[in-house]
């Protein structure tokens, strides 16, 4: 019989980190090959399964960041260091970080959008050759809201960094939203560049409009889209816009092929 | 090989058959209709050539003989999952030419879409062995040779059903020894080759058109007559989308399965997300979304057919009356009165330049 893709495999679960109220990053046991901006699908034996991307990788583990919002989630959060987390994937597409090496990356992310694009600042943040110059815009709605706090200060001092909150003044923080920021990237100066957008719907659609208009062409940006998945592989169809599957095509997209998805 | 052979024999016949094969057929329900004293026909294992209904269309597919409504993918204790199993015996379907098509497209998406087979289909599909049920009128809702569904090879008997007899092609060589002492006859089936309702497909050929598709006042119409029941896409033989859930069995919750049951894309929560954040929040968006899945985006997508394959059974079970073949056809104007606009404003565009 052939591979089952349906059936997880259980994941020790190795560090809890508390990131704000509702949102825990989890340190998982796997010794799997995943490309930056990848999910798995996550499950727990008779609660269900969602799909969570990928936020670091190591030697031997990964990183989920999961926000508590339902049934899945709610119950993954009662977990401790030494359970296990049931897992298949790694699914979907992913950052061509290759395509940007040795040229400048602006990424624009809001929210738990950060997550997803955690590991490729991770990767440039460790190897620092590898880019030209990297503009990382971050913004949360609040101060409890805050995710990776320690990486955020890390990331200060090798990238450029504009971290903001939606309306609140805090310390280190621009206040508005990212998009109110991306007047301030030197697209101008870039020989070279591309420009990664993630977070919510509304969030991606008006940031890239923004940097349309500051005069960034469509084929250098990069999304990723969230849709409800219940496969991750091309057969339930809740993912689908017209003839595009979002977990097999997706969720990393070209700008050219993203703004023709229309739902 | 085709024979000539007795309904007392035909019985026989599928008596022998069942050591090995579970015989499914379109089957009476009495009173289980939608209207009160009406019969229910759907999918069933029969016995006997008595119990199959084939001189009216079934209410259902056949598409739940492999794809049944809830599949149990896993069982679970506290700390595994262990993968439920399917009987050993092979199956035959006795199914007319649109829905052995209908069974093509399901095979395209749960065999061919993305890189890996859907095991819990392949593993009942590749047991499936058809029987054709010949289907030379049709009925007033079909559409198939709109589609070019009304006509298939892929079978290993065929049947014509007589008063007291069937005439039976015999094409998979397997079964050649059941029929061996019948008389034999030239029998080859016929398909029907025109139906009452016709269908226009919209030739939405750029991602432009597309858009403009997306935006047409038709689909505002759906708001205040479809009622989201998914009664047509659970009906319909080419309809494949599920949610997986799990399902715990008792109190203590040790034991408990995982499963995959039928889902529909006119339900308001198919799109729904954490938050409740929902992408075709109307009636008319979503079937906007159906109608252009059944007869653009999957043919956009593999190339080869539409999904669509005109069996009228959508419109059969709408409560709110509503036809697909009309909708498809109501599409296809648009359709052109956006491209008519287009080649006008373009010529009147170039005689501005004159
Ligand atoms: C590619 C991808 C990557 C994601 N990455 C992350 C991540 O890194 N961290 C994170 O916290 N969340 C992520 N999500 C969202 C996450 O999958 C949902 O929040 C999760 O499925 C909710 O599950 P639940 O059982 O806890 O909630 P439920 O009780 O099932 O539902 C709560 C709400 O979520 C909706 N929902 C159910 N399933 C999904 C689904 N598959 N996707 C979206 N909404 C759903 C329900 O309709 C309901 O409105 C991602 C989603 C996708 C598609
Ligand atoms: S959409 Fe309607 S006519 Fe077409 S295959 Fe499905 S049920 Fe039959
Ligand atoms: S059967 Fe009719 S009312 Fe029900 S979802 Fe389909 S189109 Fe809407
Ligand atoms: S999530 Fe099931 S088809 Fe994409």
Same mark, same amino acid.
């Given at each position: 019989?052939?591979?089952?893709?349906?059936?997880?495999?259980?994941?020790?679960?190795?560090?809890?980190?508390?990131?704000?109220?509702?949102?825990?990053?989890?340190?998982?046991?796997?010794?799997?090959?995943?490309?930056?901006?990848?999910?798995?699908?996550?499950?727990?034996?008779?609660?269900?399964?969602?799909?969570?991307?990928?936020?670091?990788?190591?030697?031997?583990?990964?990183?989920?960041?999961?926000?508590?919002?339902?049934?899945?989630?709610?119950?993954?959060?009662?977990?401790?260091?030494?359970?296990?987390?049931?897992?298949?994937?790694?699914?979907?597409?992913?950052?061509?970080?290759?395509?940007?090496?040795?040229?400048?990356?602006?990424?624009?992310?809001?929210?738990?959008?950060?997550?997803?694009?955690?590991?490729?600042?991770?990767?440039?943040?460790?190897?620092?050759?590898?880019?030209?110059?990297?503009?990382?815009?971050?913004?949360?709605?609040?101060?409890?809201?805050?995710?990776?706090?320690?990486?955020?200060?890390?990331?200060?001092?090798?990238?450029?960094?504009?971290?903001?909150?939606?309306?609140?003044?805090?310390?280190?923080?621009?206040?508005?939203?990212?998009?109110?920021?991306?007047?301030?990237?030197?697209?101008?100066?870039?020989?070279?560049?591309?420009?990664?957008?993630?977070?919510?719907?509304?969030?991606?659609?008006?940031?890239?409009?923004?940097?349309?208009?500051?005069?960034?062409?469509?084929?250098?940006?990069?999304?990723?889209?969230?849709?409800?998945?219940?496969?991750?592989?091309?057969?339930?169809?809740?993912?689908?816009?017209?003839?595009?599957?979002?977990?097999?095509?997706?969720?990393?997209?070209?700008?050219?092929?993203?703004?023709?998805?229309?739902? | 090989?085709?024979?000539?052979?007795?309904?007392?024999?035909?019985?026989?016949?599928?008596?022998?058959?069942?050591?090995?094969?579970?015989?499914?057929?379109?089957?009476?329900?009495?009173?289980?209709?939608?209207?009160?004293?009406?019969?229910?026909?759907?999918?069933?294992?029969?016995?006997?050539?008595?119990?199959?209904?084939?001189?009216?269309?079934?209410?259902?597919?056949?598409?739940?003989?492999?794809?049944?409504?809830?599949?149990?993918?896993?069982?679970?204790?506290?700390?595994?999952?262990?993968?439920?199993?399917?009987?050993?015996?092979?199956?035959?379907?006795?199914?007319?030419?649109?829905?052995?098509?209908?069974?093509?497209?399901?095979?395209?998406?749960?065999?061919?879409?993305?890189?890996?087979?859907?095991?819990?289909?392949?593993?009942?599909?590749?047991?499936?062995?058809?029987?054709?049920?010949?289907?030379?009128?049709?009925?007033?809702?079909?559409?198939?040779?709109?589609?070019?569904?009304?006509?298939?090879?892929?079978?290993?008997?065929?049947?014509?059903?007589?008063?007291?007899?069937?005439?039976?092609?015999?094409?998979?060589?397997?079964?050649?020894?059941?029929?061996?002492?019948?008389?034999?006859?030239?029998?080859?089936?016929?398909?029907?080759?025109?139906?009452?309702?016709?269908?226009?497909?919209?030739?939405?050929?750029?991602?432009?058109? &597309?858009? !403009? /598709?997306? #935006?047409?006042?038709?689909?505002?119409?759906?708001?205040?007559? %479809?009622?989201? @029941? *998914?009664? +047509? $896409?659970?009906?319909?033989?080419?309809?494949?989308?599920?949610?997986?859930?799990?399902?715990?069995?008792?109190?203590?919750?040790?034991?408990?399965?995982?499963?995959?049951?039928?889902?529909?894309?006119?339900?308001?929560?198919?799109?729904?997300?954490?938050?409740?954040?929902?992408?075709?929040?109307?009636?008319?968006?979503?079937?906007?979304?159906?109608? &252009?899945? !059944? /007869?653009? #985006?999957?043919?956009?997508?593999?190339?080869?057919?539409?999904? %669509?394959?005109? @069996? *009228?059974? +959508? $419109?059969?079970?709408?409560?709110?009356?509503?036809?697909?073949?009309?909708?498809?056809?109501?599409?296809?104007?648009?359709?052109?009165?956006?491209?008519?606009?287009?080649?006008?404003?373009?010529?009147?565009?170039?005689?501005?330049?004159?």
């Amino acid at each position: 019989m052939s591979k089952n893709l349906l059936l997880p495999k259980p994941h020790e679960i190795l560090e809890i980190i508390r990131e704000t109220e509702i949102e825990y990053t989890f340190r998982v046991e796997a010794d799997l090959k995943v490309e930056h901006g990848q999910f798995f699908q996550i499950s727990l034996p008779k609660i269900g399964e969602a799909p969570i991307s990928v936020s670091a990788m190591g030697d031997n583990w990964l990183e989920f960041t999961i926000r508590k919002v339902g049934k899945v989630t709610n119950e993954i959060f009662n977990l401790r260091p030494g359970d296990k987390l049931f897992m298949r994937g790694p699914y979907g597409t992913s950052f061509p970080i290759d395509k940007y090496k040795d040229k400048d990356l602006v990424v624009i992310a809001g929210g738990t959008g950060v997550s997803p694009v955690r590991s490729t600042l991770k990767h440039f943040y460790q190897n620092p050759d590898d880019i030209n110059s990297l503009y990382f815009i971050a913004g949360f709605k609040d101060k409890k809201s805050i995710l990776f706090e320690e990486d955020l200060e890390n990331f200060k001092t090798k990238f450029n960094t504009i971290y903001t909150l939606d309306n609140e003044q805090v310390e280190g923080f621009e206040v508005g939203f990212v998009t109110e920021h991306i007047k301030k990237i030197p697209f101008d100066t870039f020989e070279d560049y591309n420009v990664i957008i993630v977070g919510p719907p509304a969030m991606m659609h008006f940031a890239a409009l923004e940097c349309l208009k500051n005069g960034v062409p469509e084929e250098k940006i990069w999304v990723s889209f969230e849709r409800k998945m219940s496969c991750a592989v091309g057969k339930c169809g809740h993912c689908k816009i017209d003839e595009t599957y979002v977990c097999l095509e997706g969720p990393v997209f070209n700008y050219t092929k993203a703004k023709e998805l229309l739902d | 090989m085709s024979y000539s052979v007795s309904v007392k024999k035909m019985n026989e016949i599928l008596k022998e058959l069942q050591k090995d094969y579970k015989v499914y057929a379109p089957k009476r329900f009495e009173k289980r209709g939608r209207y009160s004293d009406t019969d229910l026909i759907r999918y069933a294992e029969i016995s006997m050539v008595e119990e199959i209904v084939y001189d009216e269309k079934a209410d259902f597919s056949p598409k739940e003989v492999i794809y049944p409504i809830t599949q149990t993918l896993f069982y679970f204790t506290e700390h595994e999952y262990k993968e439920s199993k399917v009987h050993d015996k092979g199956i035959l379907i006795f199914a007319r030419p649109c829905d052995i098509n209908g069974i093509k497209r399901l095979d395209t998406i749960f065999l061919e879409n993305g890189d890996q087979e859907d095991i819990y289909y392949k593993r009942l599909r590749e047991k499936v062995k058809f029987i054709l049920m010949e289907c030379k009128e049709g009925w007033d809702t079909c559409f198939c040779v709109s589609m070019g569904s009304n006509q298939t090879d892929n079978y290993s008997l065929a049947v014509r059903f007589a008063e007291n007899n069937l005439l039976v092609e015999v094409k998979d060589e397997a079964f050649n020894n059941l029929f061996a002492n019948e008389k034999t006859t030239d029998f080859t089936p016929e398909f029907v080759t025109s139906n009452q309702v016709t269908v226009k497909i919209p030739e939405i050929d750029n991602k432009e058109i &597309l858009k !403009k /598709v997306h #935006d047409l006042d038709m689909w505002e119409s759906y708001n205040s007559r %479809c009622g989201n @029941c *998914g009664a +047509c $896409t659970s009906a319909c033989i080419t309809c494949s989308c599920f949610t997986t859930s799990d399902v715990i069995y008792s109190e203590n919750g040790r034991a408990g399965e995982r499963r995959r049951v039928w889902a529909s894309c006119l339900h308001e929560d198919f799109t729904e997300m954490a938050g409740g954040h929902s992408f075709r929040n109307t009636p008319g968006e979503r079937m906007r979304f159906r109608t &252009l899945h !059944k /007869v653009y #985006d999957f043919k956009a997508r593999f190339g080869e057919e539409q999904m %669509c394959v005109g @069996c *009228g059974r +959508c $419109t059969d079970r709408c409560p709110q009356l509503i036809s697909f073949a009309t909708t498809i056809n109501r599409l296809s104007e648009e359709v052109n009165k956006l491209k008519n606009k287009k080649v006008s404003q373009v010529q009147a565009a170039s005689k501005e330049v004159e």
